[in-house]
């Protein structure tokens, strides 16, 4: 197997990111709690165990619209008439680092680290509601190691008016804990599998947990909250992808497709997984890829429910081509399109997503990357930084006490590193932060569909 790269990000850049010392400062502590939730808060909700049968489609109350307008929509407005480049919409608070399994390709756990404690969590809630966010994604590592902190969290944050997202592996997920999330106000919860049945290297998978997503399956229609699968496209699971996508279509819930990626910062000895590793796509891997793809976008166009787009999906097979210079090498393309495969470049050139700049050279498009402006993380320590791929940047950002986000660095570090990323997460929100893509999307949901049906992208 071939070795992998340290990091995937222009060297430049890494060393701006990855400077030599003590990071942001930390916020410091003021003594702050949750508030203890109320459970049940809604007794009848609890004891009905949802219906037998699968409803063709979702009727959503005037209270469930609201709740998602004024998460997505009122921010999204905000941000586009009040000064200042910080308005985020989606954040991602980081309560735990820590995980309860080891998905080879995932960087984003350490079990050394610290879960975030209620100050931390509350202060971090408070700054983004300040800042006008109310979408908010408890991340991991694994959130719901500490159920009950991620009760208290979700609690408060509902409380407060955000619409509340959770992305978990499912393990933890029982009944018990599922109930009282729902009961909290959660809007979305989206389950990370990657594999059918659990397999080395991708642990993450639907037999383990199919119990736990079988009852929320039901009991969503209880509390008016969602479901989501969440793949990672890895070189061995390609035939998994597709058996989870048909079961998603059979029970009617929506997935949201991801590329497997090596790290785009370097990382310590924590990453156990970086050489050697049987998830990360070769070149040699690309027909095959390209044939999943083209399989997805046509389940896509068949009326799947997803959340990415069909021009997002098309442009996986550029990022897999771009994702390094020595992967054109070994095609035959030496830069000027004269290597042994002299139609290399050309065909790269038709596929979506890849520019030629006015030297010559290929780039992976720009594609208005809103990290640092309407997005934001929040590490388990309180400090800050535009995107989850950057979580491990010692760049100071700032922390929850005050953040840092000035337009020239994150225009031009963006300029680089939009050229290496793929994050689908900043991808959607950059897709969706359009005028006219958000006029269509409230029209089509409000009045052609009649606030029924599932998740879609941007395209319906």
Not at 27 to 51: A, H, I, Q, S, Y
Not at 214 to 231: H, S
Not at 369 to 380: D, F, L, P
Not at 420 to 425: A, I, K, P, V
Request: aromatic share 12%; hydrophobic share 35%; with cysteine.
């Amino acid at each position: 197997m071939a070795t992998a790269p340290k990091f995937r990000i222009d060297v430049d850049i890494h060393n701006l990111l990855m400077q030599p010392s003590a990071g942001p400062k930390l916020p410091e502590p003021k003594g702050m709690t949750l508030p203890t939730p109320v459970f049940p808060r809604f007794p009848e909700k609890l004891k009905d165990p949802g219906p037998d049968v699968i409803p063709e489609k979702r009727d959503w109350s005037m209270e469930q619209v609201y709740r998602s307008m004024r998460g997505w929509l009122f921010p999204y407005i905000r941000s586009r008439v009040m000064p200042g480049i910080f308005h985020p919409i989606t954040a991602y608070l980081f309560v735990e680092y820590k995980c309860n399994l080891d998905c080879w390709y995932c960087w984003a756990y350490n079990n050394k680290v610290r879960g975030m404690t209620e100050d931390t969590a509350k202060r971090s809630i408070d700054f983004l509601y300040d800042n006008g966010c109310r979408v908010l994604a408890l991340m991991g590592g694994e959130p719901l190691l500490r159920p009950d902190f991620a009760h208290k969290v979700v609690y408060y944050a509902a409380k407060k008016g955000f619409w509340i997202y959770i992305g978990t592996n499912g393990r933890l997920l029982r009944p018990d804990v599922a109930d009282r999330l729902g009961d909290a106000g959660v809007s979305v919860f989206n389950f990370a599998v990657d594999a059918w049945d659990e397999k080395p290297s991708l642990p993450k998978a639907v037999v383990p947990v199919q119990k736990h997503i079988e009852y929320l399956m039901k009991k969503q229609y209880v509390y008016g909250y969602m479901v989501f699968f969440n793949l990672n496209i890895c070189r061995n699971n390609t035939q998994d992808v597709r058996q989870i996508t048909e079961y998603a279509r059979q029970h009617r819930i929506a997935t949201d497709y991801h590329i497997n990626e090596t790290p785009m910062l370097e990382q310590d000895e924590h990453f156990k997984h970086m050489n050697e590793n049987p998830t990360y796509i070769r070149p040699e891997d690309w027909p095959e890829i390209d044939s999943l793809v083209d399989w997805i976008i046509e389940k896509n166009k068949a009326g799947y429910q997803m959340v990415n787009s069909v021009q997002r999906l098309q442009e996986i097979k550029a990022f897999i081509r771009m994702a390094s210079g020595s992967d054109l090498k070994r095609l035959g393309w030496n830069g000027d399109g004269t290597g042994t495969n002299g139609d290399v470049k050309k065909k790269l050139l038709g596929t979506p997503g890849i520019v030629e700049d006015e030297k010559g050279e290929l780039h992976f498009a720009e594609w208005n990357c809103r990290a640092g402006q309407n997005n934001v993380i929040v590490r388990t320590d309180g400090t800050v930084a535009p995107c989850f791929p950057l979580y491990g940047s010692t760049f100071d950002w700032g922390n929850i006490d005050k953040h840092k986000f000035e337009e020239n660095q994150l225009e031009g570090m963006k300029k680089t590193c939009q050229q290496h990323c793929f994050s689908t997460l900043n991808h959607n929100l950059a897709y969706c932060y359009n005028d006219a893509r958000v006029i269509k999307f409230v029209w089509t949901n409000l009045v052609t569909n009649k606030m029924k049906g599932g998740a879609r992208s941007f395209e319906d």
